[in-house]
């Protein structure tokens, strides 16, 4: 089933997207891990400390208010 | 149809029951195309390039800026078994604002690189044509995925 994607998104839909994506990269992390392609390994772990980076960011501002 | 709404090929379902992608393991492009074209699920055979009955790539928009031929790649794509939902997925896509871009972005075509015949899997509404020179452009997945495949209720 296909889904509808974002033109330009605000920045809350952005962690909306974060946090699902999130969890399917630690799916595929596993699954990789368990495959051994290193290459596709590192480049996914990188993707999920992007997006985990941001994450923090944002609830860090959240707390600050 | 509304802006962001994606739309998988008719043809994509029967390459995918013949084996002709590796989702997660090719590589899959998202190439912008003018309003030249109104591409629909029926769209005979639609392709990046010849060799189908629909070569999407010759409605491209002018390559330039932050924009090269064919378009960005879907990074880090993943097929993942999700709540009981095989969901395939990938990073979103961003292109920096620069005066050098398209300036009449319409549709997104996603397609299979790696695939010899370069064939489209579906395509990306834009809503109206987009002037990327005019700023930075983005587009997020749903955060359920790029498509999913489910058990019939």
């Known amino acids: 089933m296909p889904h509808t994607a974002v033109i330009n998104p605000s920045r809350d839909q952005q962690m909306v997207r974060s946090i699902s994506r999130i969890k399917r990269l630690r799916l595929s992390i596993e699954r990789a891990s368990t495959?051994?392609?290193?290459?596709?390994?590192?480049?996914?772990?990188?993707?999920?400390?992007?997006?985990?980076?941001?994450?923090?960011?944002?609830?860090?501002e959240l707390d600050s208010l | 149809m509304a802006a962001g709404d994606i739309v998988f090929f008719?043809?994509?379902?029967?390459?995918?029951?013949?084996?002709?992608?590796?989702?997660?393991?090719?590589t899959i492009k998202l190439g912008l195309?003018?309003?030249?074209?109104?591409?629909?699920a029926t769209t005979a055979d639609p392709r990046w390039g010849s060799g189908g009955s629909t070569?999407?790539?010759?409605?491209q928009v002018t390559p330039g800026g932050n924009y090269s031929s064919g378009g960005p790649t879907i990074g880090n794509p993943t097929v993942t078994l999700d709540s009981g939902q095989a969901?395939?997925?990938?990073?979103?896509?961003?292109?920096?604002?620069?005066?050098?871009?398209?300036?009449?972005a319409r549709w997104g075509?996603?397609?299979?690189?790696?695939?010899?015949?370069?064939?489209?899997?579906g395509y990306v509404d834009l809503g109206a044509a987009?002037?990327?020179?005019?700023?930075?452009?983005?587009?997020?997945w749903n955060a359920s995925g790029i498509m999913t495949l489910n058990q019939a209720a």
């Open chain 1, 35 to 60: 495959t051994g392609n290193e290459e596709k390994l590192a480049s996914l772990q990188a993707e999920l400390d992007r997006r985990m980076e941001g994450v923090t960011a944002f609830k860090a």
């Open chain 2, 10 to 26: 008719d043809q994509f379902l029967v390459d995918v029951l013949e084996s002709l992608h590796d989702l997660e393991n090719n």
């Open chain 2, 33 to 40: 195309i003018t309003s030249a074209v109104t591409p629909s």
């Open chain 2, 55 to 59: 070569n999407l790539s010759t409605s």
């Open chain 2, 87 to 104: 969901v395939f997925d990938g990073d979103d896509i961003s292109i920096s604002q620069n005066a050098s871009n398209p300036t009449n």
């Open chain 2, 109 to 121: 075509i996603i397609y299979n690189d790696t695939d010899t015949g370069k064939r489209a899997l």
């Open chain 2, 130 to 140: 987009i002037d990327l020179s005019a700023g930075d452009f983005a587009i997020n």
